[in-house]
């Protein structure tokens, strides 16, 4: 009697063929090393892809979320401020003035996101507007210091240069007659 050793890759393929799956390519072994050097890039590729997709899926469920809880909290407080002016109201006559009250008091309270980031943006604004200006003072300080040195240059350039010594008249004698 004959004990034979299944093949444990022929086990995998059973099982993944049983399942209506045709087994992965990852699973079968492969020796040539510019596939597997492919495939090792293809993969990281897909895994930064997948965690790409990923950190932008939490941000957006974190940022739902606070637009969600900033959503309750604004109506929780236009339930108190109602409660607080339906008493106010209640007790004094002026009726469609507190109303007219707790509208504005919404209403401010829904745009303070708009208005806190246009305070921001008008901020930054005339910060940029200074570096802006201080950096074009500072370019034109540079230039009037390279027209103070030009000038500087061409007056030294336009000097009488003093003239030159004339040789010795025994020195060019000498020299004749050694030639001589």
Do not use: C, Y
């Not at 469920?61 to 959503?71: D, H, N, P, V």
């Not at 339906?86 to 002026?94: C, H, I, L, N």
């Amino acid at each position: 009697m004959t004990i034979s050793t299944p093949d444990p890759m022929e086990f995998v393929r059973q099982m993944w063929g049983k399942l209506g799956f045709t087994m992965p390519g990852m699973v079968t072994p492969t020796f040539n090393q510019p596939d597997l050097e492919k495939n090792i890039a293809d993969l990281r590729a897909v895994e930064g892809w997948l965690r790409t997709n990923l950190s932008m899926l939490q941000m957006t469920i974190q940022g739902l979320e606070m637009q969600k809880t900033t959503l309750s909290t604004v109506e929780a407080v236009g339930k108190i401020m109602r409660q607080t002016e339906g008493q106010k109201a209640a007790a004094s006559p002026g009726t469609a003035e507190a109303q007219a009250s707790i509208g504005e008091t919404l209403q401010r309270a829904t745009l303070w996101p708009f208005n806190m980031m246009q305070q921001v943006q008008e901020g930054l604004q005339k910060h940029l507007e200074g570096e802006v200006k201080a950096a074009a003072d500072r370019a034109s300080a540079a230039v009037d210091r390279a027209r103070a040195a030009t000038a500087a240059a061409a007056t030294a350039a336009s000097a009488p240069k003093p003239a030159a010594k004339p040789a010795p008249r025994k020195a060019a004698a000498a020299k004749s007659a050694k030639k001589a």
